[in-house]
């Protein structure tokens, strides 16, 4: 009895060791200690230089300046100290003549200005029913003067202080207008002359009023 139990101990005993043994065969042991993570640090990223600056204030625009206005060049005076002449003369005695007409004038005398001599083609100022032995001048002022009823007569510069103008015809001693005009261009009754510039013309000045004169009705008025 005892051996029996001896070798029941004994098997009891090896059957121990080995399960003990598959047991420790199941789990083997790890080779390699597991590795801890390494840790990373996250840098933030640097702020926008853009995005932190403060935004510039828009320099102020200039305010426009307005543009001054040109001053306007004022038109040239009214010739002022004018006169008118007028000569007859024969060619060598026979019946044709020259008549040459002259104007001269004081102010203006700048350079720049021309003075235009005009002749007024129509007596304005005569009435239209005058009573026989009266008269007047053709021209008055403050009279309108259209270009309808002028013709240009000369130019010259204002500079000059004088112009004349000359042509031929055929002279008689009686019966000639006291204001004679070129038979080659249109009747005139009065002169007048303006100062002409860039900025327009003065008021007209009379050089030569002329004259209407309507005869009377007797024996005291002689016709040659």
């Known amino acids: ?95 044709v003549g020259e008549v040459t007409q002259r104007v001269t004038w004081r102010a203006p005398r700048s350079e720049g200005i021309e003075i235009r001599v005009y002749g007024v083609t129509e007596c304005i100022a005569e009435p239209t029913n005058p009573l026989p032995g009266t008269g007047g001048p053709c021209l008055v002022v403050h009279t309108p003067l259209p270009p309808s009823v002028r013709t240009l007569l000369a130019t010259a510069r204002a500079s000059d202080g004088v112009v004349s103008w000359t042509w031929t015809q055929v002279l008689a001693d009686c019966g000639e207008p006291l204001l004679a005009s070129d038979p080659a261009g249109p009747v005139y009754r009065a002169v007048v002359l303006a100062a002409y510039s860039a900025a327009g013309h003065s008021i007209f000045a009379i050089a030569e009023p002329g004259e209407w004169w309507r005869a009377a009705d007797g024996p005291g008025d002689i016709i040659c």
């Open 1 to 95: 009895m005892h051996s029996s139990h001896s070798r029941l101990a004994t098997t009891i005993s090896v059957g121990l060791l080995v399960a003990a043994a598959c047991t420790s065969a199941a789990t083997p042991a790890p080779d390699v200690m597991p590795t801890a993570s390494p840790s990373i640090t996250i840098t933030p990223a640097a702020a926008s230089p853009t995005a932190a600056a403060t935004p510039a204030s828009p320099s102020p625009s200039a305010t426009p300046q307005p543009t001054p206005e040109p001053t306007p060049v004022p038109v040239p005076p009214k010739p002022t100290g004018v006169t008118f002449d007028q000569e007859r003369r024969w060619i060598d005695d026979g019946p």
